[in-house]
């Protein structure tokens, strides 16, 4: 660190200092510090507590509890020319004391801060107005286990960089601070420099991990899915083939939300769609050739009224113009996430997949005769 003189303009560096040799204490001065301005760790923070002992049956304390903008419980653990080994240790015991304080127990912490070192006041009030919400009861605190961790030195061993860092793959908001005094003359200077994470890589960091989460999510909820549709379709195929589909005798189950079998006419499918909020089955025409796929929809349209009255209900007819192939659908709603449902939902798809086919293949044939003897005009 240096000071800028002006007048010469030159850089004048400033003598990095021990807070041993300045006969400064962690307490007395660098907690005071901090409990008065911890805004200095860079963000607003709302100290509750100082050497926090309502612990049951044992007589430690945590140096400073605090409470961020959201709502989290801050645990703050200072250091002075060292961290020591133990600091990682003692900071997880004390989160993991209070990770279950209720709001009304911070509440009651907190007053009696107000009430020992800062002369009384409101405590809910003052929570209100550092949250910035009318009502303490429109907010949650200590969520969860979102408590975080800041651990604050001049110089910190391995064993507890190693630890934050392990903390922090782990998605626990663990930071350290790394806190320096210089002398200047008679004046004294305290340079305080988040080092773990750089608060160029915080957001960064907090980015990949909210990614990472996401991404096993979703990960859990396909696995579940495919575990789901596999053993709904292993049900469904023994009943099918038992009602005497024989068109489903070769077809195995999978973790696909469909199942298909063919038409007698290339590139036309019969699908079995089940789904979280429907059965359904469908006609699927996905021939390579888009307009041969367009040419027979829209044959099949023009008999719509004769072939919804073999069927017995009106159809859903999708030409989607905008893909090659086109569909012909019936749904029914069911829950289908619901395994009490599937013995209804499995004869409902049986039922209807043997009406599909029993309406559309004659009017499939003849288009396919027509196909195959050129007779389609395109």
Same mark, same amino acid.
């Given at each position: 660190? *240096?000071?800028?003189? $002006?007048?010469?303009?030159? %850089? $004048? =560096?400033?003598?990095?200092?021990?807070?041993?040799?300045?006969?400064? $204490?962690?307490?007395?001065?660098?907690?005071?510090?901090?409990?008065?301005?911890?805004?200095?760790?860079?963000?607003?923070?709302?100290?509750?507590?100082?050497?926090?002992?309502?612990?049951?049956? @044992?007589?430690?304390?945590?140096?400073?509890?605090?409470?961020?903008?959201?709502?989290?419980?801050?645990?703050?653990?200072? =250091? %002075?020319? /060292?961290?020591?080994?133990?600091?990682?240790?003692? &900071? %997880?015991?004390?989160?993991?004391?209070?990770?279950?304080? @209720?709001?009304?127990?911070?509440?009651?912490?907190?007053?009696?801060?107000?009430?020992?070192?800062?002369?009384?006041?409101?405590?809910?009030?003052?929570?209100?107005?550092?949250?910035?919400?009318?009502?303490?009861?429109?907010?949650?605190?200590?969520?969860?286990?979102?408590?975080?961790?800041?651990?604050?030195?001049?110089?910190?061993?391995?064993?507890?960089?190693?630890?934050?860092?392990?903390?922090?793959?782990?998605?626990? /908001? +663990?930071?350290?601070?790394?806190?320096?005094?210089?002398? *200047?003359?008679?004046?004294? *200077?305290?340079?305080?420099?988040?080092?773990?994470?750089?608060?160029?890589? +915080?957001?960064?960091?907090?980015?990949?991990?909210?990614?990472?989460?996401?991404?096993? @999510? +979703?990960?859990?909820?396909?696995?579940?899915?495919?575990?789901?549709?596999?053993?709904?379709?292993?049900?469904?195929?023994?009943?099918?083939?038992? $009602?005497? %589909?024989?068109?489903?005798?070769?077809?195995?189950?999978?973790?696909?939300?469909?199942?298909?079998?063919?038409?007698?006419?290339?590139?036309?499918?019969?699908?079995?769609? #089940?789904?979280?909020?429907?059965?359904?089955?469908?006609?699927?025409?996905?021939?390579?050739?888009?307009?041969?796929?367009?040419?027979?929809?829209?044959?099949?349209?023009?008999?719509?009224?004769?072939?919804?009255?073999? #069927?017995? &209900?009106?159809?859903?007819?999708?030409?989607?113009?905008?893909?090659?192939?086109?569909?012909?659908? #019936?749904?029914?709603?069911?829950?289908?996430? /619901?395994?009490?449902?599937?013995?209804?939902?499995?004869?409902?798809?049986?039922?209807?997949?043997?009406?599909?086919?029993? @309406?559309?293949?004659?009017?499939?044939?003849?288009?396919?005769? +027509?196909? =195959?003897?050129?007779?389609?005009?395109?």
């Amino acid at each position: 660190m *240096f000071q800028v003189n $002006r007048s010469e303009n030159r %850089l $004048r =560096k400033l003598e990095e200092k021990r807070f041993a040799d300045l006969q400064l $204490r962690e307490r007395e001065d660098l907690q005071e510090w901090l409990a008065n301005q911890p805004d200095a760790l860079g963000e607003e923070l709302l100290i509750i507590q100082k050497e926090f002992d309502g612990f049951a049956d @044992t007589r430690e304390r945590l140096d400073l509890l605090g409470l961020d903008k959201d709502g989290h419980l801050v645990v703050i653990e200072n =250091k %002075l020319d /060292d961290s020591g080994r133990d600091v990682a240790w003692q &900071a %997880l015991k004390y989160t993991a004391y209070v990770s279950s304080l @209720t709001k009304a127990q911070i509440i009651d912490i907190y007053q009696h801060y107000l009430d020992r070192f800062c002369g009384g006041g409101n405590a809910v009030q003052s929570i209100c107005d550092f949250l910035e919400v009318e009502e303490l009861d429109e907010v949650v605190l200590n969520p969860g286990n979102d408590q975080r961790l800041m651990f604050i030195a001049a110089n910190f061993r391995k064993e507890v960089t190693s630890t934050v860092l392990w903390l922090r793959e782990h998605q626990i /908001d +663990a930071r350290c601070f790394k806190v320096i005094p210089y002398g *200047f003359g008679e004046e004294l *200077f305290v340079d305080i420099q988040q080092v773990i994470p750089t608060p160029e890589a +915080a957001d960064f960091m907090i980015s990949m991990a909210e990614k990472e989460t996401e991404e096993k @999510t +979703a990960k859990g909820a396909q696995r579940r899915s495919h575990r789901l549709r596999f053993d709904f379709w292993e049900q469904a195929l023994e009943a099918l083939r038992a $009602r005497g %589909l024989t068109r489903y005798n070769t077809i195995n189950p999978s973790g696909a939300n469909w199942l298909s079998s063919g038409t007698g006419v290339s590139g036309c499918v019969y699908n079995l769609i #089940f789904s979280r909020d429907e059965a359904r089955v469908e006609l699927s025409l996905q021939r390579a050739d888009r307009d041969e796929n367009k040419w027979m929809f829209d044959e099949l349209l023009a008999q719509r009224e004769a072939i919804e009255k073999r #069927f017995g &209900a009106e159809l859903n007819w999708k030409r989607m113009d905008d893909k090659k192939s086109c569909r012909v659908e #019936f749904p029914q709603p069911f829950d289908g996430f /619901d395994r009490e449902n599937w013995p209804d939902m499995i004869e409902w798809l049986g039922d209807h997949i043997d009406r599909f086919e029993n @309406t559309f293949r004659d009017p499939l044939q003849r288009l396919n005769q +027509a196909m =195959k003897s050129g007779e389609r005009a395109i």
